[in-house]
């Protein structure tokens, strides 16, 4: 996405700087309004980047989780062969103590030396039964813990995956929110899209960006009717949405501002000048609440194109509107977590 619209709002503030009338006093109020809505405008830059680390953090912890139940699961496989194997020897054993048992009532008459061979085979046969059980016991003690460990796994599995869904719900939300800015912006400066105008989605937020060409002359602040006429046409759908936030940026090329006699200094006095001329305009005859607006100048700091071709320079010299819904209800879910 463009990022013309924060050079607006610096153009904005430049221009209130370089009004002749204007006291020091107020300039200096000016320039403190304008990094005020800055450093807010870098709280919401954080706040959509905790969002998708808190996303991705997620996203690592399901996985842990998913192979932690793979895990389990083949652990209690392995217990229930091991189980099966116990129960098979303990019938074997039993079944061998009975044909003892039944020898024994044969013989019990008969050679003592062969009943006491058969007495020492029994004894034999009770303590290897005895440790058959002590084994089958211990085995179903381990299956009894490891399941109880799977339900706990997939209850924490099931949370992680609602939490999912949730978070994901809440982005959808959030970009459903920014597009449908983006759509009305869109139908209302459909005739100037793509002929000095872009309009692009970036941040959560949504970026008009005007060519210097549609807005001002070179190296000056007075806009021509054609850019009054599109600034208007975007008055109307702010005036329409008032929880939306509005920055505007004034940017211009590397090219030295030469001031001559006129009332500006240099590119930081024109990207200001230029931001607060197109709030005058965005505010006058709308009922749009100048708390809302920011304006300021980022002269030619924050370019488009780095290059020093004639082509680079027009790209960088662009007043660029930055639109910010109120997200307030959505971070409020995102905090939960």
């Not at 997939?154 to 994901?168: G, P, Q």
């Not at 809440?170 to 209302?188: P, T």
Request: one cysteine or more; aromatic letters at 6%; proline letters at 2%.
């Amino acid at each position: 996405m463009n990022k013309s619209i924060f050079f607006v709002l610096g153009s904005i503030v430049l221009v209130i700087s370089s009004v002749s009338c204007v006291s020091g006093k107020k300039f200096s109020s000016l320039q403190d309004t304008s990094k005020q809505f800055m450093n807010e405008r870098d709280a919401f830059k954080a706040d959509n980047i905790g969002l998708e680390m808190k996303n991705r953090e997620l996203e690592a912890k399901l996985a842990t989780l998913e192979k932690e139940t793979a895990t389990v699961k083949q652990d209690i496989i392995t217990a229930l062969s091991a189980r099966d194997k116990a129960v098979e020897d303990f019938n074997k054993i039993s079944a061998k103590y009975n044909e003892l048992l039944n020898a024994q009532e044969g013989l019990i008459k008969g050679n003592v030396k062969e009943t006491q061979k058969l007495i020492t085979e029994l004894q034999a046969a009770q303590e290897n039964l005895q440790k058959k059980e002590d084994l089958l016991r211990q085995l179903e003690q381990t299956l009894d813990s490891k399941k109880a460990s799977l339900d706990e796994l997939t209850f924490e599995l099931e949370k992680r995956n609602a939490r999912m869904v949730e978070l994901e719900n809440i982005l959808d939300a959030q970009k459903k929110i920014v597009q449908d800015l983006k759509n009305k912006v869109s139908e209302a400066l459909l005739g100037f899209e793509n002929n000095g105008l872009t309009i692009t989605m970036k941040n959560s937020k949504v970026y008009v960006s005007l060519d210097e060409k549609l807005l001002f002359k070179s190296a000056s602040w007075d806009i021509d009717a054609n850019g009054k006429n599109a600034l208007k046409k975007l008055a109307g759908v702010l005036e329409k949405n008032p929880d939306i936030q509005i920055t505007i940026e004034g940017h211009t090329d590397n090219v030295p501002y030469n001031p001559g006699s006129g009332q500006l200094k240099d590119n930081w006095d024109l990207s200001v000048k230029r931001a607060t001329t197109v709030v005058r305009v965005l505010l006058e005859g709308s009922k749009i609440d100048a708390r809302r607006l920011t304006a300021s100048g980022r002269s030619e700091y924050l370019p488009i194109d780095d290059g020093s071709t004639p082509d680079a320079r027009q790209k960088n010299r662009r007043t660029e509107i930055i639109l910010t819904p109120d997200l307030t209800e959505l971070y409020k879910l995102i905090d939960k977590y």
